[in-house]
Structures are given as structure tokens and as C-alpha cells.
């Protein structure tokens, strides 16, 4: 595999890199060079004759602009990888190739049209956030999605750092509590969901609250919805967002949750 991915440099790769800089013109400087790029194939991604490229000028981890070394993955929706990166730039990554399934094969190499891509940043899921696809602006909240051979995203990737959040209740409704240590915080989103494993801002979660950090760095929030009733199953993330309402650090998930036991 390693070998495929060098012999791929030596041409066609910078090939790639030479149409790409002739139709497209890149309002940023200092992106990885042709070679650098290749070098960054992981094993496990297989290239095939068709790609998208896909980078970042401002990506995140913890907080934090992603640091030199830190590695950039991405993923169909069937969990094979199709692209990796090594940054070289903090907070910089790309161009990184996301290669498509080749049909021509009985194995699935990547991804194909209409695949809505996933990324992760050392391993660490990370949320996305699409600047332009093919050098024009696209609106907030717009999917990255394998388009074709050749289509140039850019696309900031921002993992956020785990923020401590205890949950309590003792007869009274369900009380949140954390400390707020990042000062590049400006609010703190509250997002409740009624099923596990739901993430913020995707379906079936709700905010409920929006706070501002307190003076006094501990911060609470009790939600009324759970006085007096034993019943509901409500799960709880607090997500705290800079000033640019981009995620600095998310909470783990915590619940409140009631089941009967059945005597033997």
C-alpha cells in the first residue's frame, strides 16, 4: 500500500495538484506542499482515480488551533476511510484527498456520490463546519458530501475539549453544575435530549438554556421539567462556544433516568 501511494505522488498526485491550482484560485497561502500531502496516505486508504480535495485554514482541538502532527482522518458513511492528513501548519490542514470507491472492484475503497463525510482529529470525532465548496461561500450548516472527481471543499474541523459536568437531584429538579475555567468562553449552551447518544445541535436535541459565564466560575442550571416527575428519561450536554459561537468544550453525557427493579 505504501508503495501505491508513492508511485501515485511521482504523477498523478501532482498532477491533481497542478489543474488544481491552474482552475481554482485559493485565497490562502501556505498550504502543504504536493508531496507533503502524499506522504500523509495512511495504510489504510487505498487511492483510487477519483478524489475530492478537501482543507482548512482555521480548524480546532480542545480549544485550540489543531497543533502540528495532529492527524486529520476521513470517513464514509460506512466507516471506510478514504483520506488522511498530518498537519504541518497549526491549525492549517490540506489539500488532503478523500478518495471514491472504484466500481471497477469488489472491494469498497471510499466514498461515492452523495456520501455525507465524517472527520476526526486524532482519533477524536470532530464536529464540521463547510466554508466553500469549489471557491464559493456555502450557507452555515451545509453537509460535506463526496460530489464528485475534483470538487474542492473547504472545510474547518473543531473538536472541543470534555468539560466536568455533575448532575444531581434529591427531591427537587434535576441540577447541573460545572466550573468555567476558559476564559475564550462566552456562553454556555444546555442541550437536552430524550434518547442516549445524542449529540448537540443534531435531531432530537433541544437547548434549553444559554448562559453566561458566571464571576464566581461555578456555574448551574437546574431544569424545571423534572420536578415531581419519576418517570422521564431526559440526558443532558453542556456545551460551552467562544465569542464566534464556534464549540471550545463539551461536556460528557450525564442523565437522569428511573427503572423498576423486579424482586427475585
Given at each position: ?17 497542478v489543474t488544481l491550482l491552474l482552475s481554482v484560485s485559493l485565497a490562502v497561502s501556505g498550504l ?53 492528513f498530518t498537519v504541518t501548519k497549526s491549525g492549517w490542514y490540506g489539500l488532503m484527498p478523500c ?166
Amino acid at each position: 500500500m505504501i508503495f501505491r501511494a508513492q508511485g501515485l505522488c511521482s504523477g498523478r498526485a501532482l498532477l491533481r495538484w497542478v489543474t488544481l491550482l491552474l482552475s481554482v484560485s485559493l485565497a490562502v497561502s501556505g498550504l502543504s506542499s504536493p508531496l507533503a500531502a502524499c506522504s500523509a496516505q495512511a495504510d489504510g486508504v487505498t487511492p483510487t482515480n477519483a478524489w475530492v480535495d478537501i482543507y482548512s485554514t482555521a480548524s480546532t482541538l480542545d480549544g485550540q488551533p489543531v497543533p502540528v502532527g495532529a492527524v486529520i482522518a476521513v470517513f464514509d458513511p460506512q466507516g471506510v476511510q478514504c483520506g488522511e492528513f498530518t498537519v504541518t501548519k497549526s491549525g492549517w490542514y490540506g489539500l488532503m484527498p478523500c478518495y471514491g470507491d472504484d466500481p471497477h472492484t469488489a472491494i469498497d475503497e471510499g466514498a461515492v456520490s452523495g456520501d455525507v463525510l465524517s472527520f476526526a482529529i486524532n482519533g477524536r470525532a470532530a464536529l464540521t463546519e463547510a466554508i466553500s465548496k469549489n471557491g464559493a461561500s456555502v450557507p452555515p450548516g451545509t453537509a460535506v458530501a463526496w460530489l464528485g472527481h475534483g470538487t474542492l471543499w473547504q472545510v474547518d474541523l473543531h473538536v472541543a475539549a470534555v468539560l466536568p459536568v455533575s448532575i444531581a437531584q434529591t427531591g427537587a429538579p434535576v441540577t447541573l453544575g460545572w466550573r468555567h475555567e476558559l476564559p475564550q468562553i462566552a456562553t454556555y449552551e444546555v442541550w437536552r435530549s430524550s434518547e442516549p447518544y445524542i449529540a448537540p445541535g443534531t435531531p432530537g436535541a433541544t437547548r434549553r438554556a444559554t448562559l453566561a459565564p458566571d464571576a464566581g466560575n461555578e456555574m448551574t442550571w437546574s431544569d424545571p421539567d423534572t420536578a415531581g416527575d419519576p418517570v422521564t428519561h431526559y440526558y443532558y450536554h453542556v456545551r460551552g462556544m467562544d465569542a464566534a459561537e464556534q464549540p471550545v468544550t463539551t461536556s460528557q453525557e450525564v442523565g437522569r433516568f428511573t427503572f423498576n427493579i423486579t424482586p427475585p
